[in-house]
């Protein structure tokens, strides 16, 4: 769990997050944001900021576009496009700040998803937007290839393929276990319960908190520090191939290389409990792209690309605002004894359902 304070009431969140929203408007006019000032909808590949039009990037010791220091993903618009902004890659300024205003009124209202369950309430932990700020954004979601703004279809195989047992696990209301506990072995807990992994990327995408990721650079290696979970990605530059195939990594085998002003990752071998969007670990390929376009902005890209679960390749943008540093450390712990009672809650569960038959048969369970 990450140290964040906790609004006391919805009305102070919705105050604060109106003093919150007007300078990073402010801020915005000169990031590359949406703003009040934006009276013209950009068009595809255009920048949405005069200052960026004459802006250089400031460069390292050895010639490169500098990316060193914290960025932050957090942002209201959706992965993907909305069907009432269909055919649309772009909104209005308008409409731009009604997401944006809308996204951080729903940080101050109550969390209807965690009743009866435990669950991280949004009112408590996310607080990302109030802290830190947030990225503006004009796009209508941050899908921009297909077209229309939206993944493509799955295909037969990857359909019909086993969820594995990783962000969603089975004592999640939407892991494998469809709502039951399963939980025979530690392994069915899944990373997360496990706090083995927490998900650094790639790629990048803004969660519900903790959205933050610290660049450092040399010429020889990139260091991507994800806030969520304090992970580390290291990834060389000098051109060295991938790790065999059987080698298999949290956050995959990530290969960097400079392409004019914009880096390149292009990352492979991930682990089976630890791929996107269960996609298949052995042919996932993510290719993402670094470009400084703003002295506190970054424009930041993946490609997915694994043609056995997705009938095709497709890409988002996701813009990266500089904040300050440093980021607050995140820890997680399952208390050290977290295993040890959702498995032996899962036991009591299974030995409740036995005598409950065994009462309505006289049979036990085991003997049917």
């Given at each position: 769990m990450s140290n964040r304070f906790a609004l006391s009431s919805?009305?102070?969140?919705?105050?604060?997050?109106?003093?919150l929203f007007?300078?990073?408007?402010?801020?915005?006019?000169?990031?590359?944001?949406?703003?009040k000032a934006d009276t013209?909808?950009?068009k595809k590949g255009t920048k949405t900021a005069a200052s960026t039009k004459a802006w250089t990037a400031p460069r390292t010791p050895d010639g490169k576009?500098?990316?060193?220091g914290y960025w932050i993903s957090t942002s209201f618009t959706p992965l993907e496009r909305p069907a009432k902004y269909n055919g649309r890659e772009f909104l209005t300024a308008q409409e731009a700040e009604e997401v944006q205003k809308a996204g951080l009124q729903r940080r101050t209202q109550a969390d209807p998803v965690g009743a009866g369950e435990?669950?991280?309430?949004?009112t408590a932990f996310g607080l990302t937007?109030?802290?830190?700020?947030?990225?503006?954004?004009?796009r209508a979601s941050l899908v921009v290839d297909p077209p229309d703004g939206r993944i493509p279809p799955l295909t037969p195989e990857a359909k019909s393929r086993r969820k594995a047992i990783g962000d969603n696990d089975n004592i999640e209301a939407g892991g494998p276990g469809g709502g039951v506990v399963h939980a025979d072995t530690p392994r069915d807990l899944g990373v997360l319960t496990n706090c083995l992994s927490m998900s650094g990327g790639p790629p990048i995408l803004p969660g519900g908190y903790n959205n933050g990721v610290y660049i450092l650079q040399n010429p020889e290696y990139v260091v991507l520090q994800a806030e969520y979970g304090t992970e580390l990605r290291i990834i060389p530059l000098d051109a060295r191939p991938h790790a065999g195939a059987n080698i298999r990594q949290w956050h995959g085998d990530g290969r960097g290389h400079w392409e004019g002003e914009t880096l390149v990752v292009e990352t492979t071998n991930f682990r089976p409990e630890a791929t996107f969007r269960n996609a298949n670990p052995k042919t996932l390929k993510i290719t993402e792209r670094f470009k400084r376009v703003a002295a506190d902005q970054i424009e930041y890209?993946?490609?997915?690309?694994?043609?056995?679960?997705?009938?095709?390749?497709w890409t988002a943008i996701v813009p990266l605002q500089a904040t300050q540093g440093p980021f607050f450390e995140y820890a997680c712990s399952e208390s050290n004894m977290d295993v040890v009672n959702i498995m032996a809650g899962a036991r009591a569960t299974e030995r409740a359902a036995e005598e409950k038959a065994k009462?309505?048969?006289?049979i036990p369970i085991s003997q049917h």
């Open positions: 919805s009305a102070l969140g919705i105050a604060l997050a109106i003093a007007v300078p990073t408007l402010v801020a915005a006019q000169s990031s590359g944001g949406t703003t013209k909808t950009p576009p500098d990316l060193h435990p669950h991280y309430d949004s937007p109030f802290q830190q700020g947030f990225v503006p954004n004009n890209s993946f490609t997915i690309d694994d043609p056995s679960t997705w009938t095709k390749p009462g309505a048969s006289g």
